[in-house]
């Protein structure tokens, strides 16, 4: 589905909110055209991703605007102090736009959730409002950077944003509002999250050896989803069984790829095999002699 | 204590084993005076690194070697590459020595097992071998490094070296053998983990809210644990009481720092507060307003 700036901006005020991805909603025409042929470049300086970013914002209506900054190795900000420079870009725009902007300095290290791929994330996340299940990282997050915007607009105290949030998802409240929201957008608001497909082939990749899961890499499973054909296949992406942190046994699934054609598959595995983007073991990675 | 290169090679013929730590051995005494002067100013030149290194183990009479490479953000070695290209340039030197080497690559992004600080590790490897538990990460590092030895030694077949390691520790020899060694070395052989005294001061650090450890950060561990007294002061140091990747709710106890003088504590605290080694949270690193 596409709609125009208006027709958002209408939903919104009916719905109360909406779920959008720039790039569809042909909002900011002269952006997206650039991001075409930017996002297969990996290029995006850093002056044209501000006025992407706050272009939108604008022409969507918002005067209220969270912004989630992930941080740390792999991810598109490197660390707190590069972030907290762009985040004052972001709020001195905003000002000049009359958006009132927050900025959230978040870990981006690893993948927050288990799922990466279109359908994969929105089954995860339509799964969290089913199951009213606040104890991931990925919830914690959500409500952190959530709980900012529900205190910005006066709906919570001060401090109490987060819980506010959470307390909206253990309710039920969360997920009535989301199906309301597929509603308005002209989807199925009976859809639940065992509907989403993921892809017809998949490969499940298994722990070599005992151990913990020590790092899993951004670059490697962004490399390796964007393989399997997302964004473009909607059931291409990672499902990860395992977490930073977590024991594995010998023989454990680590994670599983999944694909909407069989030749993505092919080269999504390879990409795994090459880069190894979970690491397991007993801390060694490889053996020099 | 303090031994000569001969009494070392000695105490290693007769108990098969030494633990010894090279700049109070006066093995190589060329390699200390210039040690002493770099470790505060924090250098290191890579030759002279390789040269002290080497030096060591021909002084010290070995024939074989297995030297652990840590890598990983915040270790000496950055990354995998450059852990590579250390280890080449440490087995050629062993040629040259007549020392047959060997490197293990493991990964040092955070620190392994949950102690940092001389009598605390001391402690934590003690109670390993008492308690005959192979569970954690600093267990199954040390058998994958351990292991490596064994089947250089031709004690183990290849492949099988970690897991004959594993069975010295569970069948109690690890530990009988490591009180022969301290017997040898003039120390007190009934000596118990719960014997070696941690800092007479300490402070524990709760986690301000729920939520996951999503990283421990081992510069400014090092740098809490130097300012607490570490390595002169033995009972300095830091215990970990959650690891990467562990949930924890708001006023767990996060670490504890152990420091002999309570001014060097106050130093390491303000370290501590400004460094913030330990990150948790809903994954909200900071808000920007």
């Not at 009916?14 to 470049?41: C, H, K, M, Q």
């Not at 299940?133 to 915007?149: E, P, T």
Request: glycine share 12%; hydrophobic share 40%.
């Amino acid at each position: 589905v596409a709609f125009s700036a208006a027709e958002v901006q209408e939903m919104t005020e009916t719905a109360g909110g909406v779920i959008v991805w720039g790039g569809s909603t042909n909002i900011v025409p002269a952006d997206d055209v650039p991001i075409r042929y930017e996002y297969p470049l990996k290029t995006n300086p850093r002056g044209k991703m501000l006025a992407s970013i706050m272009a939108k914002k604008k022409a969507a209506g918002s005067d209220i605007c969270v912004i989630d900054i992930p941080t740390g190795p792999g991810a598109k900000v490197a660390d707190e102090t590069e972030g907290r420079i762009l985040a004052g870009q972001l709020i001195e725009l905003g000002k000049r736009l009359d958006i009132k902007v927050e900025c959230a300095l978040t870990y981006g290290g690893f993948p927050i959730g288990r799922d990466v791929g279109v359908n994969l994330e929105v089954a995860e996340a339509l799964r969290i409002l089913e199951e009213r299940d606040g104890s991931g990282s990925l919830v914690l997050k959500s409500c952190a950077v959530a709980g900012i915007a529900l205190e910005m607009a006066g709906v919570a105290a001060r401090g109490e944003g987060a819980d506010a949030a959470m307390r909206l998802i253990q309710s039920g409240k969360a997920h009535q509002k989301m199906l309301d929201i597929i509603e308005i957008q002209g989807g199925d608001a009976k859809v639940k999250s065992s509907d989403l497909p993921t892809g017809a082939f998949s490969y499940s990749v298994e722990a070599p050896e005992d151990g913990y899961v020590i790092s899993i890499s951004n670059r490697p499973v962004i490399d390796i989803v964007r393989a399997a054909g997302s964004p473009a296949d909607h059931g291409a992406g990672i499902h990860l069984h395992k977490k930073v942190g977590e024991p594995v046994k010998k023989g454990d699934t680590l994670y599983t790829i999944y694909a909407d054609k069989e030749w993505k598959l092919s080269k999504a595995l390879k990409i795994a095999e090459e880069t190894t983007p979970v690491r397991i073991s007993g801390m060694l990675i490889s053996r020099v002699a």
